[in-house]
């Protein structure tokens, strides 16, 4: 993962409109790491297209990605490598965290590009 939230996947790209979103966080049975995934998605729709993760490894160290559904229905992450779902491109240990919170996200607003 990189460790600077910079990438492919800007606001720049994404479709215009009011996006909603929910982090979610989770970590494993032993602890020592926890990672945050916020999922968001147009408002007057229920598909997800956008997404970021932060994961705060065992050694302190934090990362960061986010990706970004295509107009092809692939999945984008910040690097460029593509995937059917959001979860192949994910770091393979979130998936066997546990979810601990879930927390809807304030309303975020992408404008209009020009």
């Known amino acids: 993962m990189n460790k600077e939230p910079e ?5 720049s790209v994404m479709r215009p ?9 989770y970590a494993p ?15 007057a729709e229920d ?5 970021e993760v932060l994961v705060h490894a065992p050694n302190g160290d934090l990362y960061y990605r ?7 229905g692939l999945w ?9 779902a959001l979860g192949e491109l994910l770091p ?7 979810l601990l919170e879930s927390m809807e996200m304030p309303l975020q ?3 209009v590009r020009v």
């Open 7 to 11: 990438g492919l996947n800007q606001t």
């Open 17 to 25: 409109g009011e996006y909603r979103g929910v982090s979610k966080v």
């Open 29 to 43: 049975d032993s602890g020592g790491a926890s990672a945050v995934l916020v999922e968001w998605g147009l408002s």
């Open 47 to 51: 598909e997800i297209t956008a997404a």
């Open 66 to 72: 986010n990706f970004l559904k295509m107009p092809d």
């Open 76 to 84: 984008r992450d910040s690097f460029g490598e593509k995937q059917v």
């Open 92 to 98: 393979a240990e979130i998936l066997t965290f546990r």
């Open 109 to 111: 607003i992408v404008e």
